[in-house]
């Protein structure tokens, strides 16, 4: 096949962990007669600077004609002082609208030689594969009014049924291909939102009689996910719940540095690490980059229907880490520490490998 690429490395560690995918995309590309075409754009701070804008037209244009789109990371504390519209992360935000991918897929697995890296007990952690669904285009992030008089500020969350009964088809139909449970979170107990959140899934459910609903509020589940990780499955949550969550899923996987995402329901695929542009480790070779050769791996997936590549690249990830490779966040001593690169590296010589074929 013959798709183009849209690459937006943005702010920090963006650009170190894109070329680690690009290489695996390159590989992939060449090992199975695939033209990926990659063009790269600016998003967030770099943006800012060339362009004025965090989200610039070229930028705009690029995805618009692009097959997927695959962000590196927005965001540094120098534009702290901007005004909340024209900060990078607004970028990111009015991307994600732009293209109208409403579901973000966000996988928390727990490699087992990870187990002992999680700050949560390895037999708490061990055998963990969670599939977070994040509602992402609406909610607090976008609700108006949203505004700040002096001393007062507001902002809004607003959900239509709607737009709670897409995302949760997503989440009911991700939890046919795995183990048919789903976990709706909300706060019911207290918000309009969030009741009106909770009976949407629950119609939405009836279509899916093979797959079990469970609620929680999020208070909940944000401690049964360190108590008992192992209980959930698909996890489907609004667009704020579901930030902070994925972020606590990052502790049991080991490493935020760790986790792949996948927005999903527009007409362009649109994947990105979860773990942000970590100004504090930017150019210092010390990035994980397996979170974005994940996104590559969901991309392949979701957006190229090739789920043999997609997997192909996850059981290289999975290699990697079993043959000890490990960047500075997920390093433990015994282990072999290996720059961004250097792990880009194995990734693809596993990729290149019969290796690739053994099953985990
Ligand atoms: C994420 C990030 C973004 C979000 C920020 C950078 C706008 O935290 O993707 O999880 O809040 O969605
Ligand atoms: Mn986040």
Redesign the pocket.
């Known amino acids: 096949m013959k798709a183009q690429i849209a690459f937006l490395p943005g702010d920090g560690v963006g650009p170190e962990v894109l070329a680690q995918a690009r290489r695996v995309l390159e590989t992939i590309g060449r090992m199975f007669n695939h033209t990926f075409d990659i063009v790269e754009g600016d998003i967030g701070g770099v943006a800012i600077d060339r362009y004025d804008s965090p989200l610039p037209k070229p930028t705009i244009e690029l995805v618009q004609k692009s097959n997927a789109v695959l962000l590196g990371?927005?965001?540094d504390k120098k534009y702290d002082v901007l005004p909340a519209a024209k900060k990078?992360?607004?970028g990111?935000?009015d991307l994600?609208t732009l293209l109208g991918n409403y579901a973000?897929l966000?996988p928390v697995f727990v490699f087992d030689p990870l187990a002992d890296s999680s700050t949560v007990r390895a037999e708490v952690v061990r055998g963990v594969d969670i599939m977070f669904v994040?509602e992402?285009l609406g909610g607090i992030?976008f609700g108006t009014p949203r505004m700040r008089e002096g001393n007062r500020a507001v902002d809004t969350e607003v959900y239509t049924v709607e737009e709670v009964r897409r995302v949760s088809r997503v989440a009911f139909e991700l939890a046919r291909t795995r183990r048919k449970h789903v976990t709706s979170v909300d706060k019911a107990n207290v918000l309009e939102t969030s009741i009106l959140w909770r009976q949407t899934v629950a119609e939405v459910a009836k279509d899916y009689p093979d797959v079990t609903l469970a609620n929680l509020y999020v208070d909940n589940c944000a401690m049964q996910l360190i108590i008992k990780p192992k209980q959930f499955d698909v996890v489907v949550t609004n667009?704020?719940f579901?930030?902070i969550l994925?972020?606590e899923g990052g502790v049991l996987a080991g490493s935020l540095g760790m986790l792949p995402?996948a927005s999903i329901g527009g007409p362009v695929g649109f994947y990105?690490p979860?773990h942000?542009?970590a100004p504090d480790i930017a150019g210092m070779g010390k990035a994980n980059p397996i979170g974005a050769i994940g996104s590559v791996a969901m991309m392949l997936e979701h957006s190229f229907k090739l789920p043999e590549l997609g997997s192909r690249v996850q059981r290289a990830i999975s290699r990697a880490i079993d043959k000890g490779y490990r960047t500075a966040d997920i390093f433990s001593p015994g282990q072999t520490l290996v720059s961004t690169t250097q792990m880009g590296d194995a990734i693809c010589k596993l990729i290149e490998s019969s290796d690739a074929n053994y099953a985990t």
């Open positions: 990371a927005v965001g990078p992360e607004r990111l935000l994600r973000n966000r994040r992402l992030y667009n704020l579901g930030d994925s972020d995402s990105e979860v942000g542009s």
